[in-house]
């Protein structure tokens, strides 16, 4: 059984504390019988535990995923990494949805039945907050095989394909709460600034759906030599197009961002008009995500550590 299949019959949510707490007990376990250093680290502030493997401060570069999955939602989070105009448009269709709703309630029971200008104003915020939970934060989700145990899938197949002076000269962290607003990673950075702040660093999410891999580099990251050997260390291959982008021509908000250094690492399918879109995250239909992505990425991967190693 694959990485990513293992996880997705035995771990397919990780969002309450019991399930986090499981996740990374496997994982710790995991790495130990390998021969292989890893601990649960908690972050200074108390709000994050991140699984660290290897030593991320001294190793020459850091490969990262968020483990932790998102809430349910009735809108799905399409990622839109090249069009940045339909991504923050898309942003606002459910606000402005949830807007049009809870005005028309509110006006229906304060202004029509209860004829109380105080009534609507208490009724619209009501419905609206209530809406908003309902729709964006009641229920975990509990499929997440592209989000982001296609992520969690590739650091652990890199691992698993890696000789031991190249795992020596590398580190892997696996990020809590990045679904939270990346806290996970902000209170590492925050915690390890003076080590991190030049650490090149590649951060897979949501890698399992789509033919199309793209890599969008921070800005320091993008004159880096690493970030040049990264972009000649990816063989051509008929099954995937790769694209290399600085953080001007694509967008993706996950981990790297606290990182100057960071490098995003995501999959898009491709429509017919073109657009490049990673679908049906955060929603129920996230089923889908290919050992072949995940065998890809890790191959090269690899590639590109033996390199810099």
């Not at 969690?152 to 890199?158: G, H």
Request: hydrophobic fraction near 40%; charged fraction near 25%.
């Amino acid at each position: 059984m694959t990485r990513l299949d293992y996880l997705n019959e035995y771990y397919p949510a990780r969002k309450s504390d019991s399930e986090k707490h499981a996740f990374r007990r496997y994982i710790v376990e995991e790495m130990k019988k390998k021969g292989i250093d890893a601990h649960v680290e908690e972050t200074k502030d108390g709000k994050n535990k991140n699984i660290v493997i290897g030593t991320p401060t001294t190793a020459k570069a850091v490969f990262t995923a968020h483990y932790d999955t998102p809430y349910q939602s009735l809108f799905p989070n399409i990622m839109l990494p090249k069009n940045r105009p339909l991504y923050y448009a898309y942003q606002f269709l459910p606000v402005i949805f949830l807007l049009i709703i809870s005005f028309a309630l509110a006006y229906l029971i304060g202004k029509v039945l209860l004829q109380d200008d105080s009534a609507y104003l208490i009724a619209f915020l009501v419905i609206y907050y209530g809406a908003f939970f309902l729709m964006m934060r009641a229920f975990p989700n509990q499929n997440n095989y592209n989000d982001n145990t296609s992520g969690v899938a590739t650091v652990l197949s890199v691992i698993d394909n890696l000789g031991t002076d190249e795992l020596q000269s590398v580190a892997f962290i696996l990020f809590d709460n990045e679904e939270k607003g990346k806290k996970g990673s902000a209170a590492y950075f925050k915690d390890h600034k003076s080590a991190m702040q030049d650490k090149f660093l590649i951060n897979f999410d949501c890698v399992g759906n789509g033919e199309n891999i793209i890599f969008i580099a921070q800005k320091n990251a993008v004159d880096s030599n690493e970030y040049h050997t990264l972009k000649n260390s990816f063989t051509k291959d008929s099954n995937f197009n790769l694209d290399f982008c600085t953080y001007k021509d694509g967008e993706s908000n996950s981990d790297h961002k606290n990182f100057p250094r960071g490098v995003a690492c995501i999959a898009c399918k491709k429509s017919k008009k073109g657009v490049l879109y990673t679908p049906r995250i955060h929603t129920s239909k996230d089923i889908v995500a290919n050992n072949g992505n995940v065998d890809f990425l890790a191959k090269n991967t690899v590639n590109f550590i033996s390199k810099i190693s």
